[in-house]
Structures are given as structure tokens and as C-alpha cells.
């Protein structure tokens, strides 16, 4: 384990030194957005990894993180920094009131309701809401962020404020997932009655799993907004919720370093093969289908999903995987095994 940590410090202080290394403005905007992915790609991970609750609105918390810190900002001249644990906050709490009378719903029932509740953030900012979100145009003018004297103006500036918000948010995420809150989380992924039956309540475990998963993604949404100084509501459509899904399900559900590969394959592959045109997403596109049909448990998957399904692959399924919900739980057709809830009854 101490080896392992070495490796881990020896990794980040190399990634730190990235913007020396490189000191092209282009590549390290890319590792700049990349690191606002991750941790779109890691609140997600909560909900979808961690609690197996399927969410395609997820691009709504990172528009309302984003939006309250431009209007704070613009209107109030808030710094954008003390801004980013309010966004937070904001973000949350959105996160409580828009999911708390749909927890009873599973698998692609939810997904289905998500995805209206990020329509309609999205349609509300286009609409000016309350005059406050600038109509289709956004908002502009969003102060850089400055700490003391020093305002952060160049990419290299912001990759290492972005950077240090990943690590920590890494950080916070392995914690939780070894604590009572994390194998609660487990189980109601696995088997919501049974886990009922020992007493977790399923409604306060999800709902915390979405209320963190949005401050975050609050969180990322006022990374984004400093970084730009200028946002609109295009920004946040359904496509960018697909985006941070297909994350965390390509790189492997539940597994932090999964959900770090599967950012870079999203969003810094496609950037690394800009030069080839349309052809980079025909390629990237038929990656993704051999990769869903070779390895559907991800690029690198918990270990938790790599003893299901290699269990599955050497003795064939378990007497109790052949129930319905078990079978439906599964990563790989007729395989019961740890994950999001694909199908079930609309109601818990």
C-alpha cells in the first residue's frame, strides 16, 4: 500500500509539472478542460458508481454551479473564487429539491426524468429566467479569479487551481467510499430490499448520493465559468450530459481511476486525433461500440465488477443471478453482478 501511495505522489508531482514540461497554450487548455470533465466524470460517479442510479440530467447541476456564480459575480462583484463553495451549496440544493420526489423511480424510468429536468433547466436559462440569465446569449463579463494581489489569467494559472480541485475531490470520493456512507451506497446498488431489510434507509442514501453528485457538478460548472468569462445555455444540452455519462460507464462505474481514463478518452483523445476530421469520431464511435460488446465492464473497472464478471466468465451465473433483478443488474447479458439498475418497475 505505501508503494502504491509513492506511486500515486510520484504521479501527481509529474502531472504538476505539465505546463513546464509542455508550455504550449493549447495543450494545457485541453488538460484544463480535462480536468473540468473529471470532476463532471466523478460527481457523476457518485450517483451512477457508487448509488447505481441512472441520471441523464447531469449537465443541469454543472449549468446552475456555472450560473450562480456569473450572476453573483456580475451583479454583486462576489469574487469567483468565494464563489465556488457557494455554487456548491447552490448546486445541492438544487440537486435535493429536483430529485427528491423521483427516488422511487429506478433504472430507465429515471433516466427518462433526468433528462426532462435538464431539458428544462436548459430551456428556463434560454427563456432569461427571472431576467437574471441573459437569454440565449448568457452572461458576460465574468471576473478571472484572484487570489490576494495575483489574478489568474493564464492557462497554466488555472491548470494547477483545477488540479488541485481534482486531487482533493479524489480524495474525498476514496474516503467516502470507505465509509458507512459508501457501503451504504453499495448496497442499495446491489439489492435495494435487502439492504432496506438491514436497516438503510434507501430514500436518504440516494438522496445524498445526489445531492453530492450536483455540488460538485456545481462546482465544475463555476470552474468552467471563470475559466470562460462568458457562458450561455447551449452549453449545458442533453449532449453534454451523454458526454459525462458515457465517462463514467467507459472507463468502469465505481472505479475512480476508470472514470479518470474514461475523461481522457472522451475528451482528450478526440483532441489528439482533431487533425483527422470527421473521420476521428467514425473511429471513436466504433471504439466505443467494441469496447460496450469486448469489455462492457470498462476500461478499468472496480474490483468489485472484475470479480463478477471474471466469476461469471470461469463457474457461469450464481443460482440467485437468475431472478429478474439480478439478471437486469448486470453488466454482461445473463450475468448478475454489481451495477446501475438498467431496468425495473417504476416504482421502489
Known sequence: MRHAWLWVAAAGVAWALFPVVVRNAYWIDVANFYGIYALLALSLNLIVGEAGLFNLGHAAFYAVGAYTTAILNTRFEIPTLVLLPVS??????????????????RGDYLAMVTIGFGEIVRIALTNNLFGLTGGPNGIFGIDRPVLGSFTIRQPAHYFHLIWVIVAATIWITLRLQRSRIGRAWNYIREDEVAAQAMGIDPVRVKLLAFVLGAGLAGVAGS????????????????????????????????????????????????????????????????????????????????????????????VGPAPEATSSTAQANSPIEGMAAPGPQTRGSAHG
Open 223 to 314: 470552474l468552467y465559468a471563470a475559466r470562460m468569462t462568458v457562458i450561455a445555455p447551449e452549453r449545458f444540452n442533453f449532449w453534454e450530459s451523454v458526454v459525462i455519462f458515457s465517462m463514467v460507464v467507459l472507463g468502469g462505474p465505481g472505479s475512480i481511476p476508470g472514470v479518470m481514463l474514461g475523461a481522457f478518452a472522451m475528451w482528450v483523445l478526440p483532441e489528439l486525433f482533431r487533425e483527422f476530421a470527421q473521420a476521428r469520431m467514425l473511429v471513436f464511435g466504433a471504439a466505443m461500440v467494441a469496447m460496450m460488446v469486448f469489455r462492457p465492464e470498462g476500461l478499468w473497472p472496480s474490483a468489485l465488477w472484475l470479480r463478477a464478471a471474471r466469476a461469471y466468465r470461469e
Open 88 to 105: 456548491f451549496a447552490v448546486a445541492a440544493a438544487a440537486g435535493a429539491i429536483l430529485t427528491r420526489p423521483i427516488l422511487h423511480l
